[in-house]
């Protein structure tokens, strides 16, 4: 069963950092991962992805420069990297596998995801 599972938020003071984490397990293979949040009363957006192979980058504009995306194929890990957080970044964060390839040309579109895990919340404070 595939499945994916997001640790690492938590509270902090706007300024601060935080490292999310996800773990995969149960598919073989994955073309992209991304980080997706969701604000209370607004729509999922894309936050970052990883091309699983070649580890090409994409951010979204919001967060270009304090975001970092990263992975441990051998653990199976996805990692974002947030700094500089403050609180427009105050979401639940959600990892997401992809196992279309079409993901490589989209990287920040939702639509190739097919798997999600259940999110981890981040709140930042002024």
């Known amino acids: 069963q595939e499945q994916l599972v997001e640790s690492g938020g938590g509270s902090v003071q706007a300024g601060g950092s935080l490292r999310l984490s996800c773990v995969a397990s149960g598919y073989t293979y994955s073309y992209c991962m991304g980080w997706f949040r969701q604000a209370p009363g607004k729509e999922r957006e894309a936050v970052a992805s990883?091309?699983?192979?070649?580890?090409?980058?994409d951010f979204a504009d919001s967060v270009k420069g304090r975001f970092t995306i990263s992975q441990d194929n051998a653990k199976s890990t996805v990692y974002l990297q947030m700094n500089s957080l403050s609180p427009e970044d105050t979401a639940m964060y959600y990892c997401?596998?992809?196992?279309?390839?079409?993901?490589?040309?989209?990287?920040?579109?939702?639509?190739?995801?097919?798997?999600w895990g259940q999110g981890t919340q981040v709140t930042v404070s002024s």
């Open positions: 990883i091309v699983t192979r070649g580890s090409r980058t």
């Open positions: 997401a596998a992809s196992t279309n390839p079409f993901c490589v040309v989209t990287m920040l579109m939702q639509a190739p995801y097919k798997f």
